[in-house]
């Protein structure tokens, strides 16, 4: 991805569409343990779950895997599945949607854990959680340029003011100094920018240029727009660097 190690993980995973692995990991244990349970008795894997469950309610020995299994559907709400030890199709599928709901939710609150305004201006770019259509439509160069833009790998002074513990509120642009140094002045607003602004980006952008007018621009799904936004953050990124 061309980012740095500090990036917080939410953005990787943001971007990319993903939840962390444990997340899958639990799904593909549920997917396993439902299809066990409907499978035939006499299966081998079946056998040995029985014998499990049995030495787990005698309390001889302690079986992490389908305690593990246990803890899924309490945590999901499904105890009651547990407790029928039946487990449908249909059953299976509202455990993996509950778990991707919860791996969503969790990627939102890191977002939104320590009052970051990084983690605040990230959610505004993550209405949905979905891989970014430009990962598929760009090529390597184009998707590195928008990704270090999207995900603050930059050195625009809402970045850099955290480096010297500058109020958010005081990280002017050093070209505008009277207007916040953020990704959408660069974009849609700063003078500095404004040959490149004008040759990459439609002018219903920056004509009364807006927060959602930035949000729209950012998630276009023309391969056009996108090729060009790309350009001018590698243009934003490398005129703020100088």
């Known amino acids: 991805m061309g980012i740095r190690p500090s990036t917080p993980t939410y953005m990787v995973y943001g971007e990319t569409g993903n939840l962390p692995l444990k997340y899958i990991i639990n799904k593909r244990i549920i997917s396993f343990w439902g299809n066990m349970l409907n499978s035939k008795s006499c299966k081998l894997s079946f056998i040995l779950y029985k014998c499990m469950l049995q030495s787990s309610e005698l309390k001889t020995t302690k079986n992490l895997w389908s305690n593990h299994v246990r803890d899924i559907l309490n945590n999901t709400g499904f105890s009651y599945i547990w407790l029928n030890q039946k487990c449908q ?56 340029s928008l990704i270090r833009f ?27 100094k009277h207007q916040l140094g953020d990704e959408m002045h660069y974009v849609l607003v700063c003078p500095l920018m404004a040959k490149y602004r004008e040759k990459y980006i439609d002018q219903y952008y920056y004509n009364k240029p807006s927060m959602l007018k930035f949000l729209q621009l950012m998630g276009s799904k023309s391969v056009t727009e996108l090729q060009n936004l790309s350009i001018l953050t590698d243009k934003i990124m490398r005129t703020v660097a100088m």
């Open 89 to 144: 199709k249909s059953d299976i599928n509202r455990i993996k949607q509950r778990l991707e709901d919860q791996g969503i939710q969790s990627m939102y609150a890191d977002m939104k854990s320590n009052e970051s305004n990084k983690g605040k201006q990230y959610g505004y770019l993550k209405p949905e959680w979905k891989a970014e259509h430009y990962l598929s439509t760009l090529d390597q160069n184009s998707i590195k």
């Open 150 to 176: 999207r995900t603050s790998n930059h050195k625009l002074p809402v970045e850099t003011g955290r480096y010297t513990n500058t109020p958010y509120a005081r990280r002017m642009c050093n070209s505008c």
